[in-house]
Each structure stands twice: as C-alpha cells, then as structure tokens.
C-alpha cells in the first residue's frame, strides 16, 4: 500500500494534501492512525496532515493544533511514536532504535546495514525523548 491509497481510504482523517514521506515499514502506522482518529469523537475530530520522519521516529502532524480539541490527537501521536521506535522503518518488523555515526534509524537486524557505522553508544537509547 503507497501513501496515495491511504490518502484515497481515509479522507475523513488524512487531510488531502498530507505528505508522509516514510519508508514502506511505516506506511501501517499511518493506516493505524488513520483509522484510530476515525474513532475520535466529533468534538475532537482533527485531520492527519503529515509528519516528520527523522532519527527513528515517526512523528505525526496533526490540524487545529492549538485547539482543546487536540488532546485526543496528541494521545494518538505518543502512542504511534512509541510504536515507531520498535518498528522497522524499511519493513516492518520488529526494530529497535540504532544510532549510526551518520544517522539514527529504527531498524530490524536484516536492515541495520541502512544505517552504516554504528555509533559507541548504540543500544543504550530506546527512546530519545524520554531521558533515563
Ligand atoms: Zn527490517
């Protein structure tokens, strides 16, 4: 499934113009979204209008982000996020976060090579945003 077709399956959730420039791995963590912010109730309906894709993360873009309304939307991103970081971004599989000289990916073992020479400190970050 390309980005288009979730574009063409959800336009109740994915707002039209969105771009979510991801590896396959990802593409049904967008599904997922997209159907869960379906299930919001109307009060708190908002649109998926892209998302950043960068150092193992996927991170959603939500509409109306200022407003009350939001606070289901920012539960949906957490919990994607979260997801993001043990899912491979080329495939799918389970993944953990790799943080390479040049870049940090969240990859499985068949993918690690995507990420090139390895970092001293790779495996001691599960997730970047929560300091341990
Ligand atoms: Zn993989």
Redesign the pocket.
């Known amino acids: 499934m390309t980005v288009n077709d979730l574009d063409l399956l959800h336009q109740d959730t994915i707002a039209h113009r969105a771009v979510f420039d991801v590896r396959p791995?990802w593409v049904p963590l967008i599904r997922q979204a997209a159907v869960a912010a379906s299930g919001f109730p109307p009060a708190e309906q908002v649109k998926i209008t892209g998302c950043v894709a960068s150092g193992g993360m996927l991170v959603l873009k939500f509409s109306d982000r200022q407003s009350p309304k939001f606070a289901g939307a920012l539960k949906l991103r957490e919990a994607i996020r979260k997801k993001s970081l043990s899912t491979?971004?080329?495939?799918?599989?389970p993944?953990r976060l790799r943080i390479g000289l040049a870049r940090q990916m969240t990859?499985?073992?068949?993918?690690v090579h995507l990420v090139g020479e390895l970092r001293d400190d790779d495996g001691r970050h599960i997730d970047p945003w929560e300091t341990t």
């Open positions: 791995g491979c971004e080329e495939c799918g599989r993944a990859t499985c073992e068949d993918h």
